[in-house]
Nanobody, 120 residues
Framework: QVQLVESGGGLVQTGGSLRLSCAASGSIFSVNAMGWYRQAPGKQRELVAR???????NYADSVKGRFTISRDNAKITVYLQMNSLKPEDTAGYYC??????????????WGQGTQVTVSS
């Protein structure tokens, strides 16, 4: 069984910063991509940022230049540094990981989500 545990959400004023963390644990052979998605009320879940095992990253246009994704492979942890936050960044943020198990099969796992609220 694989678990993704997120932390770091909260309430912040416009222009503030938050750092999200997501740690993976369980019967993991390796992890390919890790990323963050978000979902605001009444909206579809959208990709925020993604990082693959080689370190390449991609970001949603709306967060480029403000958010930075990084990962610690030894700790199987992905981080999302969010700066210059805006009210439209308010959403539930969900960690996602493409995990290869010892069976050599790859599965997608999701965290439980952490709320980010940006006040104006």
């Amino acid at each position: 069984q694989v678990q993704l545990v997120e932390s770091g959400g909260g309430l912040v004023q416009t222009g503030g910063s938050l750092r999200l963390s997501c740690a993976a644990s369980g019967s993991i052979f390796s992890v390919n991509a890790m990323g963050w998605y978000r979902q605001a009320p009444g909206k579809q879940r959208e990709l925020v940022a993604r990082i693959i095992s080689g370190g390449n990253t991609n970001y949603a246009d709306s967060v480029k230049g403000r958010f930075t994704i990084s990962r610690d492979n030894a700790k199987i942890t992905v981080y999302l540094q969010m700066n210059s936050l805006k009210p439209e960044d308010t959403a539930g943020y969900y960690c996602c990981a493409n995990v290869v198990l010892s069976s050599n099969h790859e599965y997608i796992y999701w965290g439980q989500g952490t709320q980010v609220t940006v006040s104006s």
